[in-house]
């Protein structure tokens, strides 16, 4: 097949990329910011479990004493000290990346120390305290986010999770949170998220969509009603029970006054050819790169600005997560195992391998062009996890933050935030936000904002 | 404020008397550090007198001001029961007092009389407590329906079978607990959107449209002999073999199938029986092992039979589809670009297992299935419109006559039933309502009644199990209570009558009930259900087996590219393992059998694969049933099934603390907390060389040594080591190899014979397994034997509280709380006189007040 103008060339592009995108990207411009002609500002939020391998060192900080000693080729951390990264073998995957990403050391969440055990993932994305006496979390940093700006895209933001739901308390299976006691249960299954994402009205056409929820509606106020009698019924402990259905359905009204401002607008049509949508979790590789696939759709057609992804989950005892280390190179011995026994060889390979998959997410980012740069400079990519080597430890997480050099971010370098520098992790959150132009003071245990990494 | 006098011997009443000062007291909530710094405080006298010493004498060295051992600190004690926020801690030491837990062995004791008096005033204030404030600190009992229990009760409400809870997110799970429990169940607009989506999906399934529907047919042949074969052996078979199975590209929306299929087998070897299995979904042949799909149904074949006709019926909705190969274009243009329909494939599966299927032996000596055809035609039904519409949409000349009556009597019908109790017109006003409003622009009352059903799914009355605050449908909200309990599912019309009657309340009528209804189908559901919360076994399933140390326990494929892999698309032995759990709590419970046998049992429930693998001989076929047990053959009870030790297990070794914990929460009802942050890592060695594994137990012992870990680990090991003669696969195995030497696997070529090959292992087992530990409070015990029997003698109590509290918190559902404590221990009282039978103690519960609503 000859390609004749720029508009097939590109299609094919996407194409051979896993994607055949059918309009053109300024056409889908149009149709998600209205008004707003300014280009989109992204966030993505990546949480992977049980930590990650650093060798001789204490709670995720290499030890001054043994300075001597080499850095390991394994570790989790690139380079041994503060400064210009250069790349080991277990983060060789993000070499190509170096200029559009960085390493923070010494980061926290306060409200995590507690949680201890595998618990603490619970709050990466919130920096909650649910230790206290109420036992809840919190809003999540991209619900913040979506809070400001949801509403210029057809979705306000994408809840992925690889276990998908909400867990339990201390057993989260998702990042995202409305507020306290409202996990945002998260969608596991590709085929599920590809429909929900680019065929949300199964075939049918504008004027059937709007009918349709026109009709809704009107049912819905029944309902609403019919709760509501329900309610008077019941005795005040049931009744914060009820109080949580009545919320869902008001919320469901609004998302249907919310679809009706979106029917309007024409959906991006994407073909799902090259995406592996039935992918099993069972075949690990193929599943997560289909769902950093469909995250990176999602945003390259502007569908959604914000996605928080629990690559992996902890207590995932359950789950075939639990066997991945084992799937990929036959490991004897759970995921979870890793952490605690800590293995060069397995960790490293294991580190390596989640390593490969999120630099797939971000050079797909950032060989998509978008005006001036790619997509990577306005889209902020966080990845990390609650625990840094030690079992059960809660404090000082591997954090790597990508992309967003066309927000302000500078990258290319390793940062340690030790000792008299510490600063919690919600610190960056506050800067992060900034970025995407959500205008927040604090954000749960902030001290100021990230100046370090800001250019 | 509790007031005691100074004399012992009436203090209880004095202090039942001031029992309505508490009311007016809060202003004086004194906190002993408060008292320690002022003695003058009022108010405080029986507790500053006669507690406070003895706490601060036999408590405060380790629970006080100065260390808070197990974050246990007793200075902040709150002696005012009205405050409610100290009653848990007060509650613990209890428990602690009374069980002489607490001080510890090797500190300084209290008198008998001591103890006795401060176990009288915590106990005597806390029932007084309780009594006195019975609607403070209830806990919710209005939650929405497990995605069980909405599985269940759509299935009995709509009478078809469709696998709607696979759209929910899964309900939150925590070991050991139940997940129907209210607080941990939520609602959210994603969790609603999800009920929608069923809803829509359920009652297109359930209302059929006017006229016959096209009816779709497919069928294959496989003929003996020449280029095609008939035979399925349990694996390699030959092409064009029935493996293949039937491909189907046509078929309705939704509706009724039936697969036919006409089939025997061979048995070589005075082989008797086999099963053999029909699945439906994506093609299984040369898959990778992930193609999703689902079973239709097991037969089972046996010797001597002549070649039969079976036939199986299900929904084609349930089965997974393999979606059309479109080309590029997105046409569907046949010709070079071959383009595959959507698809789906019929497989007949040999299931056959006699435990042996690792050993090399010749195919040839297996049994092998013979299929002479497979038949698939759908929709078919015995009368049209199918009983499930017409359930809803019933035959009625009103129908035609007066479309407005015949709409509200289908109403009325269907919201009786979806909301469990009987239904006002106000409400039934409110469906007609949303009825008018699909009508309007429907093409026919089924469509417009389709899209109205499908709210009622979505209601509260309907998501939801209500505990309202009037008494309009108490019975009802019994009988619900009754059916979720023993059926995971909505009531019968028996119970549904029996409630209109208000006769649930009596104790006789509810002890038939129970039987009845634990005698029922749906029974199993529930036994399955709360048996895999109750004892955490769903993780057998997933424990990573090390084949290296345990080469013959999985069924792996043997050569080609995936060799070393496990066979994929057959139940395996950990399912039997699972099953043989619940198959065994299920018979304790059918035969009201004595708690006991939980930890010791004469008989177990077996298969052959399983009494292969346990080492249990005489065994035939892949049915669980009951096998008489001999001492020889080390099992017996829950303790040494293998759903517990290989769940509890690396898939390396064994793992006391994981088998600790497990005889902890799940026999003896301890709570076990979370390993704390930042422990150091019990550095296991299995990770690196597997075959180092053995020696867990050893760097317990090491990790012991530490004070800070000891305090923990001193409660905790012992109850895991007893439990390490029994290997990470479940099997007893005194001896293990040193450390370091490796496991072969079984090599036809190289061992020759089995027999010879199990020698050669056995001679590597060299290392005796130590298994002795002393108990906490306990005594000194060597291996499962003995600790079976010190359960049973001294914690047959505990045990049998543990059941009861299982059980109750599933019936409420709810966690159970210091307020339950004194119904508990009536329950138990009760139980106790008839020898803590199983199924008395569901009779028990159903008839308590707890459960009846007379009490909350």
Same mark, same amino acid.
Request: positive net charge.
């Given at each position: 097949?000859t @390609? *004749?103008?720029?508009?097939?060339?590109?299609?094919?592009?996407l194409?051979?990329?896993?994607?055949?995108?059918?309009?053109?990207?300024?056409?889908?411009?149009?149709?998600?910011?209205?008004a707003?002609?300014k280009?989109?500002?992204?966030?993505?939020?990546?949480?992977?479990?049980y930590?990650?391998?650093?060798?001789?060192?204490?709670?995720?900080?290499?030890?001054?004493?043994?300075?001597?000693?080499?850095?390991?080729?394994?570790?989790?951390?690139?380079?041994?000290?503060?400064g210009?990264?250069s790349?080991? *073998?277990?983060?060789?995957?993000?070499?190509?990346?170096?200029?559009?990403?960085?390493?923070?050391?010494?980061?926290?969440?306060?409200?995590?120390?507690?949680?201890?055990?595998?618990?603490?993932?619970?709050?990466?994305?919130t920096g909650?305290d649910?230790?206290?006496?109420?036992?809840?979390n919190?809003?999540?940093?991209?619900?913040?986010a979506?809070?400001?700006?949801?509403?210029?895209?057809?979705?306000?933001?994408?809840?992925?999770?690889?276990?998908?739901?909400?867990?339990?308390?201390g057993?989260?299976?998702?990042?995202?949170?409305?507020?306290?006691?409202?996990?945002?249960?998260?969608?596991?299954?590709? @085929?599920?998220?590809?429909?929900?994402?680019?065929?949300?009205?199964?075939?049918?056409?504008?004027?059937?969509?709007?009918?349709?929820?026109?009709?809704?509606?009107?049912?819905?106020?029944?309902?609403?009603?019919?709760?509501?009698s329900?309610?008077?019924?019941?005795?005040?402990?049931?009744?914060?029970?009820?109080?949580?259905?009545?919320?869902?359905?008001?919320?469901?009204?609004?998302?249907?006054?919310?679809?009706?401002?979106?029917?309007d607008?024409?959906?991006?049509?994407?073909?799902?050819? *090259?995406?592996?949508?039935?992918?099993?979790?069972?075949?690990?590789?193929n599943?997560?790169?289909?769902?950093?696939?469909?995250?990176?759709?999602?945003?390259?057609?502007?569908?959604?600005?914000?996605?928080?992804?629990?690559?992996?989950?902890?207590?995932?005892?359950?789950?075939?997560? @639990?066997?991945?280390?084992?799937?990929?190179?036959?490991?004897k011995?759970?995921?979870?195992?890793i952490?605690?026994?800590?293995?060069?060889?397995?960790?490293?390979?294991w580190?390596?391998?989640?390593?490969?998959?999120?630099?797939?997410?971000?050079?797909?980012?950032?060989?998509?062009?978008?005006?001036?740069?790619?997509?990577?400079?306005r889209t902020?990519?966080?990845?990390?996890?609650?625990?840094?080597?030690?079992?059960?430890?809660?404090?000082?997480?591997?954090?790597q933050?990508?992309?967003?050099?066309?927000?302000?971010?500078?990258?290319?370098?390793?940062?340690?935030?030790?000792d008299?520098?510490?600063?919690?992790?919600?610190?960056?959150f506050?800067?992060?936000?900034?970025?995407?132009?959500?205008?927040?003071?604090?954000?749960?245990?902030?001290?100021?904002?990230?100046?370090?990494?800001?250019? | 404020?509790?007031?005691?006098?100074?004399?012992p011997?009436?203090?209880n009443?004095?202090?039942?008397?001031?029992?309505?000062l508490?009311?007016?007291?809060?202003?004086?909530?004194?906190?002993?550090s408060?008292?320690?710094?002022?003695?003058?405080?009022?108010?405080?006298?029986?507790?500053?007198?006669?507690?406070?010493?003895?706490i601060?004498?036999?408590?405060?060295?380790?629970?006080?001001?100065?260390?808070?051992?197990?974050?246990?600190?007793?200075?902040?004690?709150n002696?005012?029961?009205?405050?409610?926020?100290?009653?848990k801690?007060?509650?613990?030491?209890?428990?602690?007092?009374?069980?002489?837990?607490?001080?510890?062995?090797?500190?300084?004791?209290?008198?008998?009389?001591?103890?006795?008096?401060?176990?009288k005033?915590?106990?005597?204030?806390?029932?007084?407590?309780?009594?006195?404030?019975?609607?403070?600190?209830?806990?919710?009992?209005?939650?929405?329906l497990?995605?069980?229990?909405?599985?269940?009760?759509?299935?009995?409400?709509?009478?078809?079978e469709?696998?709607?809870?696979?759209?929910?997110?899964?309900?939150?799970?925590?070991?050991?607990?139940?997940?129907n429990?209210?607080?941990?169940?939520?609602?959210?607009?994603?969790?609603?959107?999800?009920?929608?989506?069923?809803?829509?999906?359920?009652?297109?399934?359930?209302?059929?449209?006017?006229?016959?529907?096209?009816?779709?047919?497919?069928?294959?042949?496989?003929?003996?002999g020449?280029?095609?074969?008939?035979?399925?052996?349990?694996?390699?078979?030959?092409?064009?073999?029935p493996?293949d199975?039937?491909?189907?590209?046509?078929?309705?929306?939704?509706?009724?199938?039936?697969?036919?299929?006409?089939?025997?087998?061979?048995?070589p070897?005075?082989?008797?029986?086999?099963?053999?299995?029909?699945?439906?979904?994506y093609?299984?042949?040369?898959?990778?092992?992930?193609?999703?799909?689902?079973?239709?149904?097991?037969?089972?074949?046996?010797?001597?039979?002549?070649?039969?006709?079976?036939?199986f019926?299900?929904r084609?909705?349930?089965?997974?589809?393999?979606?059309?190969?479109?080309?590029?274009?997105?046409g569907?243009?046949?010709?070079?670009?071959?383009?595959?329909p959507a698809?789906?494939?019929?497989?007949?599966?040999?299931?056959?297992?006699d435990?042996?299927?690792?050993?090399?032996?010749?195919p040839?000596?297996?049994?092998k299935?013979?299929?002479?055809?497979?038949?698939?035609?759908?929709?078919?039904?015995?009368?049209?419109?199918?009983?499930?519409?017409?359930?809803?949409?019933?035959?009625?000349?009103?129908?035609?006559?007066?479309?407005?009556?015949?709409?509200?009597?289908?109403?009325?019908?269907?919201?009786?039933?979806?909301?469990?109790?009987?239904?006002?017109?106000?409400?039934?006003?409110?469906?007609?309502?949303?009825?008018?409003?699909?009508?309007?622009?429907?093409?026919?009352?089924?469509?417009?009644?389709?899209?109205?059903?499908?709210?009622?799914?979505?209601?509260?009355n309907?998501?939801?199990?209500?505990?309202?605050?009037?008494?309009?449908?108490?019975?009802?909200?019994?009988?619900?209570?009754?059916?979720?309990?023993?059926w995971?599912?909505?009531?019968?019309?028996?119970?549904?009558?029996?409630?209109?009657?208000?006769?649930?309340?009596?104790?006789?009528?509810?002890?038939?009930?129970?039987?009845?209804?634990?005698?029922?189908?749906?029974?199993?559901?529930?036994?399955?259900?709360?048996?895999?919360?109750w004892?955490?076994?769903?993780?057998?399933?997933?424990?990573?087996?090390?084949?290296?140390?345990?080469?013959?326990?999985?069924?792996?494929i043997?050569r080609?590219?995936?060799?070393?892999?496990?066979?994929?698309?057959?139940?395996?032995?950990?399912?039997?393992?699972?099953?043989?759990?619940?198959?065994f709590?299920?018979?304790?419970?059918?035969g009201?059998a004595?708690v006991?046998?939980?930890?010791?049992?004469?008989?177990?429930?077996?298969?052959?694969?399983?009494?292969?693998?346990?080492?249990?001989?005489?065994?035939?076929?892949?049915?669980?049933?009951?096998?008489?047990?001999?001492?020889?053959?080390?099992?017996?009870?829950?303790?040494?099934?293998?759903?517990?030790?290989?769940?509890?297990?690396?898939?390396?070794a064994?793992?006391?603390?994981?088998?600790a914990?497990?005889?902890?929460?799940?026999?003896?009802?301890?709570?076990?907390?979370?390993?704390?942050?930042?422990?150091?890592?019990?550095?296991?060695?299995?990770?690196?060389s597997?075959?180092?594994?053995?020696?867990?137990?050893?760097?317990?012992?090491?990790?012991?040594?530490?004070?800070?870990?000891?305090?923990?680990h001193?409660?905790?090991?012992?109850?895991?080591i007893?439990?390490?003669?029994?290997?990470?696969?479940?099997?007893?195995?005194?001896?293990v190899?040193r450390?370091?030497?490796?496991?072969?696997?079984?090599?036809?070529?190289?061992?020759?014979?089995?027999?010879?090959?199990?020698?050669?292992?056995?001679?590597?087992?060299?290392v005796?397994v130590?298994?002795?530990?002393?108990?906490?409070?306990?005594?000194?015990?060597?291996g499962?034997?003995?600790?079976?029997?010190?359960?049973?003698?001294?914690?047959?109590?505990?045990?049998?509280?543990?059941?009861?509290?299982?059980?109750?918190?599933?019936?409420?559902?709810?966690?159970?709380?210091?307020?339950?404590?004194?119904?508990?221990?009536?329950?138990?009282?009760?139980s106790?006189k008839?020898?803590?039978?199983?199924?008395?103690?569901?009779?028990?519960?159903?008839?308590?007040?707890?459960?009846?609503?007379t009490?909350?």
């Amino acid at each position: 097949m000859t @390609q *004749k103008s720029w508009h097939l060339n590109r299609r094919e592009a996407l194409a051979g990329t896993g994607v055949a995108l059918a309009l053109p990207f300024l056409e889908s411009m149009t149709w998600a910011a209205g008004a707003e002609k300014k280009l989109p500002k992204r966030m993505v939020v990546s949480y992977f479990s049980y930590g990650a391998y650093m060798p001789n060192s204490k709670s995720g900080i290499p030890e001054r004493r043994n300075q001597k000693r080499a850095h390991h080729d394994w570790s989790w951390w690139p380079c041994k000290q503060a400064g210009p990264l250069s790349f080991n *073998k277990s983060s060789a995957p993000f070499a190509p990346l170096k200029d559009s990403i960085s390493y923070l050391q010494g980061l926290d969440h306060k409200g995590g120390w507690k949680l201890g055990g595998h618990s603490s993932g619970d709050v990466f994305a919130t920096g909650a305290d649910m230790t206290g006496a109420h036992k809840t979390n919190n809003i999540s940093i991209d619900q913040v986010a979506a809070k400001v700006h949801g509403h210029k895209t057809r979705y306000p933001s994408l809840v992925l999770g690889t276990e998908g739901g909400t867990g339990s308390y201390g057993r989260c299976k998702t990042l995202s949170h409305y507020g306290p006691g409202r996990p945002i249960p998260s969608l596991n299954k590709p @085929q599920e998220i590809f429909n929900r994402l680019f065929k949300p009205h199964a075939g049918r056409d504008v004027k059937q969509v709007k009918a349709g929820l026109k009709r809704k509606a009107s049912v819905l106020d029944v309902v609403m009603e019919e709760s509501k009698s329900l309610n008077l019924r019941l005795g005040r402990a049931d009744r914060a029970k009820m109080a949580e259905y009545l919320e869902s359905i008001r919320s469901v009204e609004k998302r249907i006054e919310r679809t009706g401002q979106w029917t309007d607008k024409p959906l991006p049509k994407v073909n799902a050819k *090259k995406l592996k949508l039935d992918a099993s979790d069972k075949d690990p590789e193929n599943y997560i790169r289909c769902m950093y696939d469909l995250i990176y759709l999602a945003l390259q057609t502007d569908l959604t600005r914000y996605v928080t992804f629990m690559l992996e989950s902890e207590h995932s005892g359950a789950s075939e997560m @639990q066997n991945y280390a084992h799937y990929l190179f036959g490991y004897k011995g759970n995921t979870h195992d890793i952490s605690h026994k800590r293995p060069a060889d397995i960790s490293g390979r294991w580190d390596n391998w989640r390593a490969k998959q999120h630099a797939y997410f971000l050079k797909r980012l950032r060989d998509t062009k978008e005006a001036d740069g790619n997509m990577l400079d306005r889209t902020l990519v966080l990845w990390g996890s609650a625990h840094p080597h030690r079992a059960h430890y809660t404090r000082n997480y591997p954090i790597q933050i990508a992309g967003g050099n066309m927000l302000g971010f500078k990258h290319g370098n390793l940062h340690q935030f030790i000792d008299k520098k510490k600063v919690p992790l919600a610190n960056l959150f506050v800067s992060m936000l900034h970025a995407v132009d959500v205008p927040v003071r604090r954000f749960a245990d902030s001290t100021g904002v990230l100046s370090e990494l800001l250019g | 404020m509790p007031r005691l006098t100074q004399q012992p011997a009436n203090h209880n009443q004095e202090f039942m008397k001031s029992g309505p000062l508490n009311t007016f007291l809060p202003a004086f909530l004194i906190f002993v550090s408060a008292v320690q710094a002022d003695g003058s405080a009022a108010g405080s006298l029986g507790f500053k007198s006669r507690i406070l010493p003895f706490i601060k004498v036999h408590c405060f060295e380790c629970h006080g001001p100065g260390k808070s051992k197990g974050n246990i600190n007793l200075s902040t004690l709150n002696a005012d029961f009205a405050a409610d926020g100290d009653l848990k801690r007060w509650e613990l030491i209890l428990k602690k007092l009374q069980r002489g837990e607490m001080p510890p062995a090797g500190e300084k004791q209290p008198t008998a009389a001591d103890r006795k008096a401060v176990v009288k005033w915590i106990d005597t204030a806390l029932r007084r407590h309780i009594k006195s404030s019975r609607n403070k600190g209830a806990v919710p009992t209005t939650r929405r329906l497990t995605n069980f229990e909405y599985q269940n009760t759509l299935r009995d409400l709509l009478g078809i079978e469709l696998d709607l809870a696979k759209y929910l997110p899964d309900d939150p799970a925590k070991p050991y607990r139940f997940n129907n429990t209210a607080q941990y169940l939520l609602m959210g607009r994603e969790q609603w959107a999800r009920y929608e989506g069923n809803a829509i999906r359920a009652m297109a399934s359930v209302i059929v449209d006017p006229g016959k529907p096209q009816v779709y047919k497919a069928r294959r042949e496989w003929r003996a002999g020449g280029r095609t074969n008939n035979e399925i052996a349990v694996s390699r078979n030959r092409r064009g073999s029935p493996q293949d199975g039937l491909k189907i590209t046509g078929w309705p929306k939704t509706g009724e199938y039936r697969i036919r299929i006409k089939a025997s087998a061979q048995f070589p070897n005075a082989m008797t029986e086999m099963p053999l299995r029909l699945v439906m979904g994506y093609p299984l042949a040369g898959d990778i092992g992930n193609a999703p799909f689902k079973p239709v149904g097991t037969i089972r074949l046996v010797a001597g039979a002549q070649p039969r006709v079976y036939e199986f019926r299900g929904r084609i909705e349930n089965h997974p589809v393999m979606p059309e190969l479109k080309n590029r274009r997105g046409g569907t243009r046949t010709g070079r670009l071959r383009v595959q329909p959507a698809n789906m494939t019929i497989t007949p599966q040999n299931l056959f297992d006699d435990g042996t299927l690792n050993d090399g032996v010749d195919p040839n000596t297996r049994p092998k299935a013979v299929v002479e055809w497979i038949e698939f035609e759908a929709p078919v039904s015995d009368v049209w419109p199918p009983a499930h519409h017409t359930r809803i949409l019933f035959a009625s000349p009103l129908r035609k006559t007066q479309p407005a009556a015949y709409v509200r009597e289908v109403l009325k019908r269907f919201l009786t039933r979806a909301f469990r109790r009987p239904v006002t017109d106000k409400e039934i006003a409110r469906y007609e309502k949303i009825y008018t409003i699909y009508a309007a622009d429907a093409k026919s009352m089924e469509e417009a009644m389709r899209r109205t059903l499908a709210v009622v799914l979505t209601s509260p009355n309907f998501l939801y199990h209500i505990t309202a605050k009037d008494d309009a449908h108490r019975h009802f909200e019994i009988a619900s209570r009754l059916s979720y309990f023993l059926w995971g599912s909505m009531p019968d019309q028996q119970l549904f009558d029996l409630a209109a009657k208000q006769r649930l309340r009596d104790p006789e009528v509810m002890k038939s009930q129970v039987q009845r209804m634990l005698k029922d189908r749906r029974a199993s559901d529930f036994i399955r259900n709360f048996t895999s919360q109750w004892l955490s076994i769903a993780k057998v399933k997933s424990v990573p087996i090390n084949t290296d140390l345990f080469p013959r326990f999985l069924h792996m494929i043997k050569r080609g590219e995936r060799s070393g892999a496990e066979v994929p698309f057959r139940p395996t032995i950990r399912d039997d393992m699972f099953d043989e759990t619940v198959a065994f709590v299920a018979a304790l419970i059918a035969g009201n059998a004595d708690v006991s046998n939980l930890v010791d049992s004469n008989f177990a429930m077996l298969n052959q694969r399983l009494a292969a693998h346990y080492g249990v001989d005489g065994v035939r076929g892949h049915r669980l049933r009951r096998v008489a047990l001999k001492p020889n053959h080390r099992l017996g009870g829950l303790l040494t099934q293998g759903s517990i030790l290989v769940g509890n297990s690396t898939g390396s070794a064994p793992h006391p603390i994981y088998r600790a914990v497990w005889l902890r929460e799940a026999i003896l009802g301890e709570e076990v907390k979370d390993p704390p942050a930042d422990v150091p890592a019990l550095s296991d060695s299995v990770g690196k060389s597997a075959e180092k594994a053995v020696t867990i137990k050893d760097l317990l012992r090491q990790h012991r040594r530490k004070a800070s870990c000891n305090q923990c680990h001193a409660r905790l090991d012992p109850w895991g080591i007893p439990f390490e003669r029994y290997n990470a696969i479940g099997r007893y195995q005194p001896k293990v190899p040193r450390k370091g030497v490796r496991i072969p696997a079984f090599n036809k070529a190289r061992h020759k014979s089995l027999t010879q090959y199990k020698a050669q292992v056995a001679s590597l087992y060299t290392v005796k397994v130590d298994a002795a530990a002393e108990l906490p409070h306990g005594p000194k015990v060597d291996g499962m034997t003995e600790l079976k029997r010190h359960l049973l003698k001294n914690r047959r109590h505990d045990i049998a509280a543990n059941v009861m509290r299982r059980l109750l918190s599933y019936g409420l559902g709810r966690d159970l709380t210091y307020r339950d404590r004194y119904d508990v221990d009536e329950l138990l009282k009760q139980s106790k006189k008839n020898g803590y039978r199983m199924r008395d103690m569901i009779v028990l519960i159903c008839r308590s007040g707890l459960f009846l609503g007379t009490k909350r």
